[in-house]
C-alpha cells in the first residue's frame, strides 16, 4: 500500500501539571511531535508522506470524545489518511475494549495502517494486530488510567483540605498571586465591585434590581473582566449582568477568605460532563486568603436572599424537547420555558438591560413544536425527492468514476515502477558502481521529480473523485422517513433541531442539521433556515 498522508495523534491529559503554566501547549505535545515526525522520516516507507497532525491537549483517554480524535476518526473514514502514528497505544486512548476493537477492526476495515512507537506495534505485521502482548498493555493502560486518576483525586482532595487553592481559574474579583499560584489576592479592578453587590444585597435590592444596576452603569460582566487573562473560563460567556449571575456571587464563601472544593464533580472517570456535588460533600476551609467583605456584610447578604444557603431538591425532570433550544434573536441567550398547563416562552434580558429591544410577548409552547414538526416535515419530503435524484445522478456519473478509478490505478502502478527504478539506480551505483556520484544524483532528481507529478496526478483524480458525491447524504438519511411526523421528541431533537430563534416581530426561526448535506434539488429549495 502506498501511503500519501500520515495522521499523528497527540494528546495529553489534564492531569499533566506543565498545562497550568501558561503554555500555549504542554512540552509533552512538544516531545511527542518530535518523537513521531523522526519516525516517520526515518522510515523509508512513510519518509516522503505527508503528515497531518491532531492534536488533544488537556483531555483524558478514557473517552473519546474528544475534540482532536473526532477530527482524526473523520479524516481516517473519509479516506484522506493511510496512516496512524501515535506515541503510544495509551495515546490514542485507556478504554482497553475501544482501543482494540479500533486497532484490530476498524482501521483494517478502512485499509489504514496504525503505528504505536514505543510500544513496537505496526498493524502491517498481521502478528501485531491480534497479539497477546498488544492486548495486555492495551489493558494495563485501562487500568492505569483509573488508577492514576484516583491518584490524582486523592492528591487534590489532601491539598484541597489544607486550604491550598487548587482551582484552575481565579474567581471573579480575585487574581492568583504572582508569586504563588495557589494562592488567592484581590483583583484591583473588580474587588470594589463585588464589595457593592454584597451591600446593595445587604441593603434589600434584589438579585434583579443589581443586575439591572450594573448593566445600566456598563459595568464589565465576569466574563469580559477575565477575558484575555489566566482566569479565563470556557463557561464564562454573558455580555450583560443576570440575577444569577448576582446570586452567584452571594453565595460564594470565598469572598470571605474561604478556599472551597469539590462544588461540581465527575460521576464517572474519563466522563468529562459535571454534576453539582452534595453540599456535605464541599471542602471548605476558612481564612486561606485575604477577603474581599468582612463576614458581617456577607451574613446580612445571606439574610437578605432568605438565609443561609441550601441545596434545592432534585427536580424530575420532565420531557422538553425545546430545552436550552430556544434562543432569543436580540440577546442571544436561551428562553427559559415558563407556566405549567400551558407553557410559553418569553425573553427576561429586558428585565435586567431596559434597552434590549428582546420580544416580551408569549410564545406558546405548542406553538413552537407546530412550526418545527412542520420543518421537519417539508424537508422528509425534499429528503424523498433528494433521494430519487441521487439515484440520477448516480446512474449519469458511473462513466465518470469509472475513468477516474482507473486514471488513480494508472498513477498507482506508475509510482510503483518508479521506486522499483529508484532501486534499481541505487543498486548500479553503490553495489555495480556504474555510474558517477554526479550522474547518479541527476538521475535519483529525475525520478524523483516524477513521483512527485505522480502524487500530484493521483491527487487531483482522488479530488474530482470525491467530487462525484455518489451515495445518500446524511440529509436524506436522517429526513425520508419524516413525511408525516406528529411529534417532536426529545431523541429528535437532539439530532435535527440546532435552536429554535424567536424575533421581536414574532417570528419563529427555526435552524434544522443537516441541511448544508443537500448536493442538489433540495439545496435550492431550502434555505439555511426556516
Known amino acids: 500500500m502506498i501511503i500519501h498522508t500520515v495522521a499523528i495523534y497527540l ?35 512513510l519518509a516522503h508522506a505527508k503528515i497531518e497532525e491532531f492534536t488533544d491537549d488537556g483531555y483524558s483517554g478514557k473517552n473519546f470524545d474528544r475534540p482532536g480524535v473526532r477530527a482524526l476518526l473523520e479524516a481516517a473514514q473519509s479516506g484522506n489518511i493511510q496512516c496512524i502514528v501515535v506515541k503510544d497505544l495509551s495515546r490514542f486512548g485507556r478504554d482497553y475494549i475501544t482501543v482494540g476493537n479500533y ?8 485499509g489504514i495502517r496504525f503505528i504505536a512507537v514505543n510500544d513496537h506495534f505496526d498493524s502491517s505485521r498481521r502478528g501485531d494486530i491480534d497479539s497477546i502482548d498488544t492486548s495486555f498493555k492495551a489493558l494495563i493502560y485501562d487500568l492505569y488510567s483509573r488508577d492514576l486518576s484516583r491518584k490524582v483525586r486523592s492528591a487534590k482532595k489532601i491539598l484541597a483540605e489544607k486550604g491550598v487553592y487548587i482551582n484552575p481559574v481565579a474567581p471573579y474579583g480575585y487574581q492568583r498571586a ?60 454573558d455580555n450583560h449582568w443576570r440575577p444569577q449571575t448576582v446570586y452567584a456571587i452571594i453565595r460564594d464563601r470565598q469572598y470571605i ?30 481564612d486561606r486568603h485575604e477577603a474581599i467583605v468582612s463576614k458581617e456584610l456577607f451574613r446580612r447578604a445571606q439574610e437578605s436572599l432568605g438565609g443561609a444557603y441550601r441545596q434545592a431538591a432534585k427536580r424530575v425532570k420532565r420531557d422538553n ?33 431596559p434597552d434590549m429591544d428582546c420580544f416580551q410577548g408569549k410564545i406558546y409552547e405548542a406553538d413552537i413544536m407546530e412550526v418545527v414538526v412542520d ?77 512527485e507529478k505522480a502524487y500530484e496526478g493521483e491527487a487531483a483524480a482522488k479530488q474530482r473523485l470525491e467530487s462525484l458525491w455518489t451515495g445518500e447524504s446524511k440529509f436524506v438519511e436522517k429526513y425520508e422517513g419524516l413525511t408525516d411526523l406528529d411529534k417532536l421528541t426529545a431523541e429528535l431533537s437532539a439530532d435535527l433541531l440546532r435552536s429554535v430563534k424567536i424575533w421581536p416581530d ?21 434555505p439555511a433556515a426556516i
Not at 103 to 110: A, E, K, T
Not at 508 to 517: Q, S
Open 11 to 45: 494528546r495529553l491529559s489534564l492531569e499533566d501539571d506543565d498545562l497550568f503554566h501558561g503554555k500555549l501547549e504542554s512540552e509533552s505535545i512538544t516531545n511527542q511531535r518530535d518523537l513521531l515526525t523522526a519516525y516517520i522520516r526515518n522510515s523509508p516507507d
Open 103 to 110: 486497532v484490530s477492526r476498524v482501521f483494517p476495515f478502512l
Open 178 to 237: 504572582s508569586d504563588d499560584k495557589h494562592l488567592l489576592v484581590p483583583d484591583p479592578a473588580t474587588a470594589g465591585v463585588v464589595r457593592r453587590i454584597f451591600s446593595l444585597i445587604a441593603d434589600g435590592y434584589t438579585t434583579e434590581m443589581v443586575a439591572r444596576l450594573l448593566n445600566a452603569e456598563g459595568v464589565p460582566t465576569p466574563s469580559k473582566a477575565k477575558a484575555g487573562t489566566s482566569s479565563a473560563h470556557g463557561n464564562w460567556h
Open 257 to 286: 477568605g474561604s478556599t472551597v472544593f469539590g462544588k461540581r464533580v465527575r460521576q464517572q472517570i474519563g466522563v468529562r460532563r459535571q454534576v453539582t456535588a452534595p453540599l456535605e460533600d464541599w471542602i471548605v476551609v476558612d
Open 321 to 353: 424537547p425545546l430545552r436550552k433550544k430556544v434562543i432569543c434573536g436580540v440577546c442571544g441567550y436561551a428562553i427559559v420555558r415558563r407556566g405549567t398547563s400551558n407553557r410559553y416562552y418569553r425573553c427576561s434580558t429586558p428585565r435586567t438591560v
Open 375 to 451: 420543518a421537519i416535515r417539508v424537508c422528509g419530503k425534499l429528503a424523498v425527492e433528494e433521494k430519487r435524484l441521487c439515484a440520477v445522478e448516480r446512474e449519469k456519473r458511473e462513466m465518470q468514476l469509472h475513468t477516474l478509478q482507473q486514471e488513480i490505478r494508472s498513477f498507482q502502478t506508475l509510482q510503483q515502477q518508479i521506486t522499483e527504478e529508484s532501486r534499481i539506480l541505487y543498486e548500479a551505483y553503490a553495489m555495480e558502481g556504474s555510474m558517477s556520484r554526479s550522474e547518479y544524483a541527476d538521475k535519483k532528481a529525475a525520478l524523483l521529480e516524477r513521483r
Open 506 to 526: 414574532g417570528r419563529i426561526h427555526v435552524e434544522l442539521n443537516y441541511l448544508d448535506e443537500i448536493p442538489y434539488v433540495a439545496a435550492r429549495k431550502l
